[in-house]
Nanobody
Framework: QAQLVESGGGLVQAVGSLRLSCAAS????????LGWFRQAPGKEREFVAA????????NYADSVKGRFTISRDNAKNTLYPQMNSPKPEDTAVYYC??????????????????WGQGTQVTVSS
């Protein structure tokens, strides 16, 4: 059974950086496109970033562009996003996701097949 597990969330200072990770198990995700979504209280889940199976194509939401870097290590079946200069408005539950569409990097959450359980990120000013 495919499983995505996020880690690295918690309380972060606005002047610091945030590093999350997502470990995939039960299935080889090296051929899958992977991504991150987030959901703040009272808001809909929104796209943050996505990366193609090879890592050669990436896409970022305007709200995080320039501050968020997504990367992956297919040998370890792990996804690595890093956010620099996080803002209080980045506070949300962050979800790792994957799709069998190996080059899909757009933000339509209905196109993603697998989801992690989410990890809470709280940014203090």
């Amino acid at each position: 059974q495919a499983q995505l597990v996020e880690s690295g969330g918690g309380l972060v200072q606005a002047v610091g950086s945030l590093r999350l990770s997502c470990a995939a198990s039960g299935r080889t995700f090296s051929s899958y496109a992977l991504g991150w979504f987030r959901q703040a209280p009272g808001k809909e889940r929104e796209f943050v970033a996505a990366i193609s199976w090879s890592g050669s194509s990436k896409n970022y939401a305007d709200s995080v562009k320039g501050r968020f870097t997504i990367s992956r290590d297919n040998a370890k079946n792990t996804l690595y996003p890093q956010m620099n200069s996080p803002k209080p408005e980045d506070t949300a539950v962050y979800y790792c996701t994957g799709t069998q569409k190996s080059s899909y990097i757009s933000g339509n959450l209905r196109q993603y097949d697998y989801w992690g359980q989410g990890t809470q990120v709280t940014v203090s000013s």
